[in-house]
């Protein structure tokens, strides 16, 4: 048995109400390692090609690292996926807290949920013990209490939570999975996914420290980064979390504003974190072994917006996809819309971002109230968010256009409505502005998910020498302007992708500032495994080749790997005001990375590269599907 993992995973058919244990040989856990590589191999076997997400022949994928419930800063991650109801394409989703590391102490490395049950059912884990219940009295409940009601069911308030609301039971497609009420799988729409198999939550217990090679070695890591974490990168998340960049995108001109037409807005003081810690935040929390303490835990007493701190608080994507993308400078109306995704498990990005191209649409008089039931949909209207927000969740009036996501909603508007989103493959961008940084837009450009930032770069963070010292033992030798877009910059964004690709792999938050080698040791020490940086290295093209064959295989192409029009508009006002690169540019850039990394005109990984991967057996099956 392979060390870091159990070597075992679960396979629970709905359909049939059946669950199975099925081996993981070591051979197999080494290639993949965990995360998309799991993921995507899954998928890649046993998904038939062209089939509707929301069908029982989808699966859906709770998948770990071999680092996942060591007691290590960061390695409380875990990975659901599946084939995307949101963009048709792989779906992998990231979470941290507590669920996946319980899931690894309760003895598995993943779990497998095909075909879809005739009635809602949760599937209830404790170690070996493993079944399937009714979860009728579960069905349209907020996460809270449908949380508190497992817990009260199986006498354990330890038991950890993965469940959908209101929002994946009405199988919107912005829809995300939520757990402990207030940590979020938010992209790419799992919670829909979830729920057309009629699977309510997945609630686990365990207690067993996962099987590790080298314990000393993880208590040095682990102490090393207890001792050290505030002098690292990691030390800014511990004094003003995610929030620190409401300020820093303001100042540098690309704080998305008004569904990102303008770089600057006029509140940010007034959502900012400063602002935030000093008026509705009660206390600091924080995920699995971790000392950092970024999260937000907020509460307010007001009747209009009240605010429980069992749903935690708003990040930095939330606070600004709710706030000045929408042109709402209100912390309390934030935090409340905040609460109600949680409450009713819906991606604050994806709900934000869908309701912002809504007021543009409104704005410019593509719809009016007569469609969307009397609600004035205009900028800054924070009674007008909340509203929308239950109606997307429970598929009601204007809204059950919106949880469609804004790609669908504008081909249904049609005539310019298109032009006003801001997405990339049906999934919308988080609160990163390209046109400040032009690297990122390239990541998320061809990444397999859509327009998702956890898959790319902030290139203002590698323009100096330190900036990049973590990154020259994986290639990188030079830093870069924020503003290059050359083929240097294809090939630094590649090494930078390709290391977030590890966190991902190994269970690891990328908010954690381990070096490549540090990484490298605590996978060693998990596995022991004689392994090194390039071997991880390769483990995450591999995962990542294998996402973009999935998408080949679904018929995506180099037109799926383009900027949405308004991000090669310039901005018009603030640092970067008149500056932006051209559409030729970009491609030019795309084009580049294309070879760097072994793939096709359209995208898609070569034979040659796929052999050289190990992954020969997916080039037959894209050649097979020819």
């Known amino acids: 048995m392979s060390h870091g993992h159990w070597g075992k995973m679960l396979r629970v058919n709905l359909t049939e109400g059946s669950i199975k244990v099925e081996e993981l040989s070591d051979e197999w856990l080494r290639m993949y390692v965990g995360g998309w590589g799991f993921i995507g191999y899954y998928l890649l076997k046993e998904v038939p090609a062209g089939i509707d997400p929301l069908s029982p022949e989808n699966l859906l994928i709770y998948a770990t690292g071999p680092v996942t419930a060591q007691p290590l800063a960061g390695g409380g991650r875990h990975m659901i996926g599946g084939k995307s109801p949101l963009t048709g394409g792989f779906a992998g989703s990231e979470a941290g807290g507590f669920f996946g590391a319980e899931l690894k102490r309760a003895g598995w490395d993943m779990i497998i949920f095909e075909g879809a049950a005739p009635s809602p059912v949760y599937l209830y884990i404790n170690e070996d013990h493993v079944e399937l219940l009714p979860a009728e009295d579960l069905w349209g409940l907020e996460t809270a209490d449908a949380e508190q009601k497992i817990r009260e069911a199986h006498g354990d308030r330890f038991v950890r939570v993965s469940q959908i609301g209101a929002a994946g039971e009405n199988q919107a497609r912005i829809?995300?999975?939520?757990?402990?009420?207030?940590?979020?799988?938010?992209?790419?729409?799992?919670?829909?996914?979830?729920?057309?198999?009629?699977?309510?939550?997945?609630?686990?217990?365990?207690?067993?420290?996962?099987?590790?090679?080298?314990?000393?070695?993880?208590?040095?890591?682990?102490?090393?980064?207890?001792?050290?974490?505030?002098?690292?990168?990691?030390?800014?998340?511990?004094?003003?979390?995610?929030?620190?960049?409401?300020?820093?995108?303001?100042?540098?001109?690309?704080?998305?504003?008004?569904?990102?037409?303008?770089?600057?807005?006029?509140?940010?003081?007034?959502?900012?974190?400063?602002?935030?810690?000093?008026?509705?935040?009660?206390?600091?929390?924080?995920?699995?072994?971790?000392?950092?303490?970024?999260?937000?835990?907020?509460?307010?007493?007001?009747?209009?917006?009240?605010?429980?701190?069992?749903?935690?608080?708003?990040?930095?994507?939330?606070?600004?996809?709710?706030?000045?993308?929408?042109?709402?400078?209100?912390?309390?109306?934030?935090?409340?819309?905040?609460?109600?995704?949680?409450?009713?498990?819906?991606?604050?990005?994806?709900?934000?971002?869908?309701?912002?191209?809504?007021?543009?649409?409104?704005?410019?008089?593509?719809?009016?109230?007569?469609?969307?039931?009397?609600?004035?949909?205009?900028?800054?209207?924070?009674?007008?968010?909340?509203?929308?927000?239950?109606?997307?969740?429970?598929?009601?009036?204007?809204?059950?256009?919106?949880?469609?996501?804004?790609?669908?909603?504008?081909?249904?508007?049609?005539?310019?409505?298109?032009?006003?989103?801001?997405?990339?493959?049906?999934?919308?961008?988080?609160?990163?502005?390209?046109?400040?940084?032009?690297?990122?837009?390239?990541?998320?450009?061809?990444?397999?998910?859509?327009?998702?930032?956890?898959?790319?770069?902030?290139?203002?963070?590698?323009?100096?020498?330190?900036?990049?010292?973590?990154?020259?033992?994986?290639?990188?030798?030079?830093?870069?302007?924020?503003?290059?877009?050359?083929?240097?910059?294809?090939?630094?964004?590649?090494?930078?992708?390709?290391?977030?690709?590890?966190?991902?792999?190994?269970?690891v938050c990328m908010f954690h500032a381990w070096t490549p080698q540090q990484e490298t040791d605590m996978v060693a020490a998990a596995t022991g495994w004689d392994t090194s940086v390039m071997e991880l290295w390769l483990a995450a093209e591999r995962a990542y080749d294998m996402a973009r064959a999935f998408n080949a295989r679904e018929g995506f192409g180099a037109d799926d790997d383009l900027l949405p029009k308004r991000l090669f508009e310039p901005l018009s006002e603030g640092a970067v005001a008149g500056k932006v690169y051209t559409r030729e540019q970009f491609i030019a850039a795309r084009d580049a990375f294309y070879g760097m990394m072994g793939w096709d005109e359209n995208g898609a990984p070569t034979r040659a590269k796929l052999e050289n991967l190990g992954l020969g057996w997916v080039a037959d099956l894209l050649e097979s599907d020819d």
């Open 175 to 507: 829809a995300n999975v939520i757990h402990d009420s207030n940590r979020a799988a938010g992209r790419t729409g799992m919670g829909a996914l979830m729920g057309s198999k009629k699977l309510r939550a997945v609630a686990v217990r365990g207690t067993q420290r996962p099987p590790t090679a080298d314990e000393q070695k993880i208590s040095e890591l682990g102490r090393w980064f207890r001792d050290n974490y505030k002098e690292t990168g990691s030390g800014v998340f511990s004094t003003l979390g995610t929030n620190r960049m409401v300020r820093v995108n303001n100042e540098a001109g690309g704080l998305p504003t008004r569904n990102f037409q303008e770089g600057v807005f006029e509140g940010y003081d007034k959502i900012d974190a400063e602002t935030l810690l000093d008026t509705i935040t009660i206390k600091r929390d924080t995920c699995f072994g971790c000392p950092v303490r970024c999260k937000w835990v907020v509460q307010v007493e007001d009747e209009e917006y009240p605010v429980d701190p069992k749903y935690g608080g708003p990040e930095y994507e939330t606070t600004a996809s709710m706030g000045c993308l929408l042109g709402i400078d209100d912390l309390r109306v934030i935090a409340y819309a905040n609460q109600l995704c949680n409450a009713y498990g819906l991606d604050t990005i994806g709900a934000g971002m869908t309701i912002a191209w809504a007021m543009e649409c409104f704005e410019k008089g593509l719809i009016s109230s007569d469609d969307t039931g009397g609600l004035e949909l205009t900028f800054g209207n924070g009674d007008a968010l909340i509203a929308m927000i239950k109606q997307i969740a429970h598929r009601e009036g204007f809204g059950d256009l919106l949880a469609e996501g804004s790609k669908r909603a504008a081909l249904a508007i049609g005539n310019d409505a298109i032009d006003y989103t801001v997405q990339i493959k049906g999934q919308d961008l988080a609160m990163h502005d390209p046109r400040v940084k032009y690297g990122h837009g390239l990541g998320i450009a061809v990444s397999p998910t859509g327009a998702d930032h956890m898959h790319s770069a902030h290139d203002s963070a590698y323009q100096t020498e330190g900036g990049i010292a973590d990154l020259r033992s994986v290639g990188v030798v030079k830093p870069l302007p924020w503003d290059d877009l050359s083929a240097d910059k294809a090939a630094m964004m590649r090494q930078v992708m390709m290391r977030r690709v590890i966190y991902n792999l190994t269970g």
